[in-house]
Each structure stands twice: as structure tokens, then as C-alpha cells.
């Protein structure tokens, strides 16, 4: 197994970086590399960039408007772009309900659907999550009951990421309840501007908004909407989940924020010389950088075997990248000490000033490091992820 870039992936690279250079817009990327938070208007303005250039459907065949790129591409690009400190193209639409179209929708549904994912004409958010069916996905209750041509939606949705901006919903709902909780459910395409659809704030630790309760009261929803058969959603469901898991790694992102975590390791002191030069401090970087580099080499060697289709090793790439994303945001809390403690959401939104003694490095940190834990919890447990590959790989 060769690990190393080929001259055509060498020269891939230079074109995307060059790319980069000339059309990523500053003020974006410095919200990125500053850990900011980015509006709705800033993901849209990245997707439409990145549109203009065909380069939104890295993981799409090109006959739907995707790159046509090998999964080495892909990874190159997702580390150019990360290293570059772009906003993330949002995966709802792009990674997740666009492959579940492509391969169980019906013709009509692909022509209507896919150019406005490409042209982020469509947000998406992604209803699956109900209270009490999170890790145990497959006893969702949010019920839908065919009356004519129509289906009749009612439920809740729970931790719906920004779908204060969505425009589309893709849900899991339950249509049969006299079968293995498994067979009853299936997979639909709800507008959200239908009438008797509320979203209500949940308020993260970092004071973001970032999630959300979706409540369903006799909403009407087209047949057509229905993507495949009828009590066929638990499969798609789970087609989807494989691509939801496989970008998690985030590789790319974690190497651009270990520089930065050595970067003020080094200006922090301790006892009067710099953080980084602390022994202990120092060794915990390192046995870090080691993880990180492991991961990646994991990635790539993942990559050199990709059959298409995501299998379980991408549960243990979610699990160590997310690990490590985790642990980053630690080092860097502990990097800055007392002065990631204060607390300016203001700043976070935009504001260029901030009430915090320390510098604009350590501001965002505190919320940075809250917020981070969330992803060992979303895009199924790491412990869920446990589960997968003690079944599926190891088979115990
Ligand atoms: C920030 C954030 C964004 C999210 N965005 C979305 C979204 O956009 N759309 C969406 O549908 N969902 C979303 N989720 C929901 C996410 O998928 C669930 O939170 C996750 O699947 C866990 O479910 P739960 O919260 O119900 O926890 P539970 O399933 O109740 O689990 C609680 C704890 O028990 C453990 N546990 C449960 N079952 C087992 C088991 N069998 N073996 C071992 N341990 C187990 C879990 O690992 C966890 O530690 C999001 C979650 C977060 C935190």
C-alpha cells in the first residue's frame, strides 16, 4: 500500500491552494481561524463561491453536478480547505440527503432537488432525533398517516442542527406501528414553511444557537415527498448515516489547530518561560500530535481501499477524530489559563472589541472548548460507534 501523493495529486493540491488564495474571502477566514461564529449569510456566501467553481459535491458523481473526484482528491481538497480556514459547505444537503436521492429517489425528486442543494438554494436540516430515540434511533414515534394524497405529520424533533434556517427537513417517521419497530418507518422531504411546523431554540453551553426542538401539529405533506417505498426508511436512514459519519475525522481542521494551540503555548508562560517549553505541557502537544498523525494515516489508508461506500471503519475514524478534537480544545483552555474564562458572546458574533483582559487569541476559547463537546454525542454516540465495530469489525 502506497500512502504517498502521486505528481497528479501534488499538482491537485497547487491548484486547489492557488484557488484558495484568490477566492476564499478574508473576513471569512479570519471568523474561521479565529474561532468565531458564522451566520447563515456566511455559509451561503462560501457554498455559492465554491458553486461557481463546481466545486460544492466533492463526494457526487459528475453526472449530478459533483466533481467526479477520487476519494484522494477529496481528501486533499477537505485538507486545503481547512488549512485555508474556510467555512464548512453544510453536510445536510450536500453529504447526507443528496446520496439518500441519488440512490432511492425517483427521477422527479433528483431533477427538483439536487441543482438546489448545489446552488444552496434549498438549506437543509436533518430530522431524525426525537426525545428518547437518539442512540435507539428506531423507536422514533413522530407519526405520519396517509389521508389521500397527502400525509399527516405529528411529533417532535430534537436537536436539529440550525434549523432556524432551514427551508427543507428530511424525517424519519414512523407509518407502520403494528410491525418490528425497524419496518414501520420511513423517509420524507418536508417543507418548513408548512403550516403547523414550530422550531424552538435550544441554547447550547457556549450560549449559541445552534440547535433546535421541531414540532410537527398536523402538518400536510405530499406524497410525492415520500423518498422510496413506504416503511422501507430504516435502510435509506442508515445509507445516509454511513456518509454522515465519514467527514467527521476532520483531520485537515485539527492540523491547522494544533499550530495554532502551539502558536500560544508558546506566547503563554509558565514559571517565566513559554508553555510550549514545559515538560509536561510539552509532552501532552506531543503524545497529541502522535494521535493526529495516526489518524491521518489511518484516513489515507482508508481512503487507498475506498470501495464508494463508507463501511464501519468510519466509526473509528469518528471516534479518534472527534478524541482529538476534544482534547485540542482542552490544551488550548489550559494554554490560556484564567484568561479563557471571561465571557463575551459579542465578540464572538463579530464585534472587533471585547471587554476580556487577555488577548483575541484566548476570548473564544472557553466557548470553543464547550462547544466541542458536543461531537463525541452527535452523528451517533462514540460509544454507539463502540457498538459498530465491535459487531461489525471485530465480530463479538
Ligand atoms: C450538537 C448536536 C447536534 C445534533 N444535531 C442533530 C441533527 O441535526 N439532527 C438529528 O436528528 N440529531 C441531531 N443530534 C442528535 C444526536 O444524534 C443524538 O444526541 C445522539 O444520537 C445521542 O442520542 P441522545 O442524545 O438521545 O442520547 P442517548 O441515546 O439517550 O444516550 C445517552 C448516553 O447513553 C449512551 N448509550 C445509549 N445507548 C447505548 C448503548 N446501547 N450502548 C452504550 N452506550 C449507550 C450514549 O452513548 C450516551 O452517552 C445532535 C446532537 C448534538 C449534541
Given at each position: 500500500m502506497d500512502l504517498n501523493y502521486t505528481a497528479e495529486d501534488l499538482a491537485f493540491r497547487d491548484q486547489v491552494r492557488t484557488y484558495l488564495e484568490a477566492n476564499l474571502p478574508q473576513d471569512l477566514q479570519q471568523k474561521v481561524l479565529n474561532h468565531k461564529r458564522l451566520s447563515r449569510e456566511d455559509f451561503v456566501r462560501w457554498h455559492k463561491i465554491l458553486a461557481k467553481q463546481g466545486w460544492?459535491?466533492?463526494?457526487?458523481?459528475?453526472?449530478?453536478?459533483?466533481?467526479?473526484?477520487t476519494a484522494t482528491q477529496r481528501h486533499i481538497f477537505e485538507e486545503e480547505c481547512a488549512r485555508a480556514g474556510t467555512p464548512a459547505i453544510l453536510p445536510?444537503?450536500?453529504?447526507?440527503v443528496a446520496p439518500v436521492i441519488m440512490a432511492f429517489g425517483n427521477q422527479a425528486q433528483k431533477d427538483y432537488y439536487l441543482p438546489r442543494i448545489l446552488s444552496c438554494e434549498d438549506w437543509w436540516c436533518q430530522g431524525y432525533s426525537e426525545p428518547g430515540s437518539g442512540s435507539d434511533l428506531a423507536s422514533l414515534k413522530t407519526r405520519a398517516e396517509r389521508d389521500g394524497d397527502h400525509y399527516i405529520v405529528n411529533g417532535q424533533k430534537t436537536w436539529t442542527t440550525l434549523a432556524q434556517h432551514a427551508d427543507m427537513i428530511f424525517c424519519l417517521v414512523r407509518t407502520d406501528t403494528g410491525v418490528r419497530k425497524q419496518e414501520g418507518i420511513s423517509f420524507l422531504l418536508i417543507d418548513m414553511k408548512t403550516p403547523g411546523i414550530t422550531v424552538r431554540p435550544i441554547i447550547m453551553l457556549d450560549e449559541d444557537h445552534e440547535v433546535n426542538e421541531v414540532f410537527f401539529d398536523n402538518v400536510k405533506v405530499p406524497v410525492e415527498n415520500l423518498i422510496g417505498e413506504e416503511n422501507k426508511g430504516w435502510t435509506y436512514a442508515k445509507y445516509l448515516l454511513g456518509h454522515e459519519r465519514t467527514n467527521i475525522a476532520a483531520v485537515g481542521r485539527a492540523k491547522r489547530e494544533l499550530q495554532f494551540l502551539k502558536r500560544i503555548a508558546a506566547k503563554h508562560q509558565k514559571n517565566g518561560l513559554p508553555l510550549i517549553d514545559d515538560a509536561v505541557y510539552a509532552s501532552k502537544v506531543a503524545s497529541l500530535e502522535v494521535e493526529l498523525m495516526a489518524l491521518e494515516i489511518t484516513v489515507l489508508r482508508v481512503i487507498s481501499q475506498d470501495s464508494g461506500r463508507p463501511g464501519p471503519e468510519a466509526s473509528l475514524l469518528k471516534i479518534k477524530g472527534t478524541e482529538i478534537q476534544q482534547r485540542l480544545t482542552e490544551l488550548m483552555v489550559e494554554a490560556v489559563g484564567p484568561y479563557g474564562l471571561p465571557f463575551d458572546p459579542a465578540f464572538l458574533e463579530g464585534e472587533t472589541v471585547h471587554s476580556i483582559v487577555g488577548d483575541d487569541d484566548a476570548a473564544p476559547l472557553a466557548p470553543y472548548y464547550f462547544n466541542f463537546r458536543k461531537t463525541s454525542i452527535y452523528g451517533g454516540s462514540n460509544e454507539i460507534q463502540k457498538n459498530i465495530i465491535t459487531q461489525m469489525i471485530l465480530g463479538l
Open positions: 460544492v459535491a466533492t463526494g457526487w458523481p459528475a453526472e449530478y453536478g459533483g466533481t467526479g473526484w445536510f444537503g450536500v453529504n447526507m
